[in-house]
């Protein structure tokens, strides 16, 4: 059974789940979401099905697999493929979403060994929550500004880095990690299901041309983490949400991990050893 607990002192909340430790990591051949393997007995397009090793209660942890090209990226899938994986997302938010215990979905992605990914073949994941994760309601109940969303001021010229249709994709003012990208709709979406077939289709390529760049950068695949943040499913109003996606490359050059140092954790103010500005050219460029 999964247990949520609270630090009394910091009021950090851990998920406590003793099973997840033997969890198999497995890179190459013995694939499990290849066609034909474990998890993907017969041939697909895009996948979607219960975790073996829930983080959550069974049911609430789902695994989405985007291609059943093994070597596939969102920079490689191609555009239509890449359109099934953003429908996927979807459909995943749709279903976990009405469940009446579940007042969040959050999609995430770890990609590469480096980013903890214990499977090479592109996938991602799903975590349907009892509740909205503090994370996601500081963005929801923060002050926004006078318009009430900060995503719809949208970002400062020198910090773009690319535009699709009424998306746009930039690097954030004040990131943790060097390169870290945020993508969203100019307008006020509050989550995936509000998005129509335009929308999908802008964001699929907007995402595959971030992530290339990410790899033009670095000089091939590089590892990265994920998320979707949207309107929750909780039945609340929440009328600050607004979809976005952020990607995070763990490195700070290529090749060169940006590790969270204890100065860091140990004061909750982190230091960013890029200027954003930077970034967001060197992506640009790329």
Not at 109 to 124: L, Q, S, Y
Not at 181 to 207: E, F, I, K, N, T
Not at 210 to 218: C, K, L, N, S
Not at 262 to 274: K, Q, R, V
Request: with cysteine; aromatic share 10%.
């Amino acid at each position: 059974m999964a247990e949520l607990r609270r630090d009394p002192l910091t009021g950090a909340r851990v998920m406590v789940r003793g099973s997840r430790q033997g969890r198999p990591r497995t890179r190459g051949a013995d694939c499990p979401f290849c066609p034909g393997g474990l998890e993907a007995p017969e041939p697909y397009r895009v996948r979607r099905f219960a975790n073996r090793w829930p983080a959550l209660e069974a049911g609430r942890c789902e695994v989405l697999l985007y291609s059943p090209d093994h070597a596939a990226t969102w920079a490689t899938m191609g555009e239509e493929q890449a359109v099934r994986a953003v429908g996927l997302w979807d459909a995943c938010t749709r279903s976990l979403g009405a469940l009446p215990d579940v007042g969040y979905v959050l999609l995430f992605e770890n990609r590469g060994a480096e980013a903890g990914a214990t499977v090479d073949h592109p996938h991602g994941q799903a975590f349907g929550l009892a509740e909205v994760p503090p994370t996601a309601a500081a963005h929801l109940g923060g002050d926004g500004g006078a318009d009430g969303c900060s995503l719809c001021a949208g970002p400062a010229k020198e910090l773009l880095v690319a535009e699709e249709d009424e998306w746009w994709a930039w690097v954030p003012r004040a990131p943790i990690y060097p390169y870290t990208v945020r993508v969203a709709p100019r307008g006020h979406l509050p989550g995936l299901p509000a998005c129509d077939a335009r929308d999908r289709r802008s964001l699929a390529r907007l995402l595959s041309g971030v992530v290339g760049r990410f790899e033009r950068f670095f000089g091939g695949p590089a590892p990265y983490f994920l998320w979707v943040h949207q309107h929750p499913t909780d039945g609340g109003g929440w009328p600050r949400a607004h979809l976005y996606v952020e990607i995070v490359s763990v490195w700070r050059s290529p090749g060169v991990p940006r590790y969270i140092a204890a100065g860091e954790l140990g004061s909750g103010i982190f230091f960013t050893p890029l200027e954003p500005e930077v970034a967001a050219e060197r992506l640009r460029e790329a």
